[in-house]
């Protein structure tokens, strides 16, 4: 045997003799760390996909109490809204409790919508913005159903220039406002929508049509 020959062997066996005593002392280690990496694996694929049959399973159900609603079966949306807001799913429950608002609202139990909407804003769990939302539905309602001081307490505060809402609440207020023959608060409300450039174009429109009224009505001096 060469010389080169035996140095190789040589090395070969002193690299399996480190391979095994490495093995000897990490193998099992690594065995549950691969075993545990699979596991892991398997758990969270596993919990996707309960994840999103729960969800469709809401979503599903959710359109379908869109559906009777938009058929004009109130009664039976609400049913189907009110299961919804107790097993379901994610944002779904929130949904169903505004949209049950909603449709009492299209019932023509305003009473009822609006304490609904008053519930979703007063609850601290629920994300501000969604609050917001509910305040300034309440809000559209009582300008036919309740006092400039109904609509005032709930939108007030989202009139300010920051607030993202502040154009509809804006309008909320002035039609509240006029409709309460409180014309300089109203004219007030709408030339501020009117020139807002961040507010939508339907709504500058509809406050200058309105601030055009109040003048032309002689009530604004």
Known sequence: MSDDSFIREVNDEMRREQAQKLWDRFGPA???IAVLVVL???AFVGYRYWDETRANRSGDAF????KLANDGKNDDALAALDQLEKDG???YPLLARMRAATVKANKGDVAAAVKDFDDVAADTAIPQGLRDMARLR???LLV???SFADVSSRVEALTSDTNTLRHSARE????AAWKEGKTQDALKLFDQIA????APRNTRERATLMSELIRGSGSAS
């Open 30 to 32: 690594l065995l549950v």
């Open 40 to 42: 892991g694996t398997a």
């Open 63 to 66: 359109s379908q109490a869109l």
């Open 89 to 91: 799913y994610g944002a």
């Open 138 to 140: 309440a809000a559209l």
């Open 144 to 146: 036919d159903h309740g």
């Open 172 to 175: 909320a207020l002035g039609l």
């Open 195 to 198: 020139s807002d450039d961040g």
